[in-house]
């Protein structure tokens, strides 16, 4: 059975910083571009950002360009979140989601399947 | 960035109804567009991808069509466990984007 299994959300100060986790089974980690996607409490989804199946390119969303950072570690089957100089807006449920195949070629694409999602909690 | 708008925000139905959403991005994406649902405190679900198929597993009375900048997602007849709120998204370049949803609640 395919599984993405988040952690590491909590309660940080703005300004602080935290690393999500997000450990992958049931498919050939290492094949698949991997996408962190948030949530605001009461909100829509907003796409943060993507790593390929290699770790060699990564995108981000302006919202989080310079603050974030995206990992992976594929010896784990490990996706990885470093948010830095958190504020009140990045409040939010983050989940980790399967990009494209590594043949495909491309990294931008649709997102299946997605983890159970971990909150993190912006607030002093 | 390529914005996504979604019509209408909220639709109010019944049971065995036929429901059509629409989503609108703001230049031409070919084909790289998605349909997801997402029901309440669950992750998102994939439905459809590439406009038009249908996500294994996922029911035959979902239905896309579209492409360029107008894409329609269809229910043919809803059903008890299709009261979600459904989401586009556009895959054609980043930053990656989605409308702002489309509830369908209980009339």
């Known amino acids: 059975e395919v599984q993405l299994l988040e952690s590491g959300g909590g309660l940080v100060q703005p300004g602080g910083s935290l690393r999500l986790s997000c450990a992958a089974s049931?498919?050939?980690?290492?094949?698949?571009?991997m996408n962190w996607v948030r949530q605001a409490p009461g909100k829509g989804l907003e796409w943060v950002s993507v790593i390929s199946a290699g770790g060699g390119s990564t995108y981000f969303a302006d919202s989080v360009k310079g603050r974030f950072t995206i990992s992976r570690d594929n010896s784990k089957n490990t996706l990885y979140l470093q948010m830095n100089s958190l504020r009140a807006e990045d409040t939010a449920v983050y989940y980790c989601?399967?990009?494209?195949?590594?043949?495909?070629?491309?990294?931008?694409?649709?997102?299946?399947?997605w983890g159970q999602g971990t909150l993190v909690t912006v607030s002093s | 960035d390529i914005q996504m708008t979604q019509s209408p925000s909220s639709v109010s139905a019944s049971v065995g109804d036929r429901v059509t959403i629409t989503c609108r991005a703001s230049q031409g994406i070919a084909r790289w567009f998605a349909w997801y649902q997402q029901r309440p405190g669950k992750a998102p679900k994939l439905l459809i991808y590439?406009?038009?198929t249908l996500q294994s597993g996922v029911p035959s009375r979902f239905s896309g069509s579209g492409s360029g900048t107008d894409f329609t997602l269809t229910i043919s007849s809803l059903q008890p466990e299709d009261f979600a709120t459904y989401y586009c998204?556009?895959?054609?370049?980043?930053?990656?984007?989605f409308g702002p949803g489309t509830k369908v609640d209980i009339k």
């Open positions: 989601a399967t990009g494209p195949h590594v043949d495909t070629t491309f990294i931008n694409g649709w997102f299946d399947p």
């Open positions: 998204q556009q895959a054609n370049s980043f930053p990656l984007t």
């Open positions: 590439a406009a038009s």
């Open positions: 049931g498919f050939t980690f290492s094949s698949y571009a």
